[in-house]
């Protein structure tokens, strides 16, 4: 078991009150203010730690169609093939921390959206290149009760694309 609990599941109403009061009492980047030590609310950590992870057992549908990596963004999970470089499964699951939390500053944007995204168990799913995808079973998962995904493939992410 994961040792780090971030959006498990679906948050209370005041739950989500607490966090947009939390994101509303958190200083803007760079600012001078004290900020808060630690970013939970109730026992859910709000901060992702953006780490690949061994597949939860309550997620095995996911391993038993073929993936081996497991990331989990503000409880929306990230899958990858273990053909799938290492460094682009982190950049896209950065790449989805950022959405979520644009101004950084560890608590999502639009609680609603990711309590959303929890409650329907939305993940992405990657693989090192498209024809990969298609040696996949998804039926394992979509049987699972897994319908509200994405697809992304290892040559779709550009980790070392400088920035603008």
């Known amino acids: ?30 600012s001078s203010a004290n900020s808060l030590s630690a970013s939970v609310v109730g026992n859910i950590e709000v901060t992702p730690t953006i780490q690949i992870r061994h597949i939860p057992e309550k997620l095995s549908a996911f391993q038993k169609a073929g993936f081996s990596k497991y990331v989990r963004v503000f409880g929306v999970h990230v899958f990858a093939t273990s053909s799938t470089p290492d460094v682009k499964v ?45 040696t996949l079973h998804p039926d394992d998962w979509h049987d699972a009760g897994f319908d509200a995904g994405q697809f992304l493939h290892g040559r779709e992410t550009k980790p070392d694309f400088p920035r603008w």
């Open 90 to 134: 982190l950049h896209a699951s950065r790449v989805l921390a950022q959405y979520l939390d644009n101004d950084e500053d560890g608590v999502p944007d639009n609680p609603l959206v990711v309590s959303h995204l929890v409650s329907r168990n939305a993940y992405l799913v990657m693989t090192a290149d498209e024809h990969e995808f298609h």
């Open 1 to 30: 078991m994961d040792d780090i609990r971030i959006y498990d599941r679906a948050l209370s109403e005041d739950e989500v009150e607490a966090l947009f009061i939390l994101r509303n009492s958190r200083p803007t980047r760079g």
